[in-house]
């Protein structure tokens, strides 16, 4: 049975621009993280933990 990869492996994807961009043809920013090539906004590089969810304070 083929285990399920996560998709972060080989890309990062910007979520302002809402493009998957491969490792490697992204650039670096002056501390070294990875920004997109287009918008130059650091890019996600995991996907988001749904269980880290904001609390809401429901009055």
Partial sequence: MPVA???Y???YY????G???RKGEHKINGKGLPVCPKC?????TKPHDKR???KTNHE
């Fill in 52 to 54: 880290k969810r904001r």
């Fill in 40 to 44: 130059h906004r650091k890019l996600r």
């Fill in 19 to 21: 493009i998957w961009i």
């Fill in 9 to 11: 492996a080989w890309y």
């Fill in 5 to 7: 990869v996560s998709r």
């Fill in 14 to 17: 910007c979520p302002w621009c």
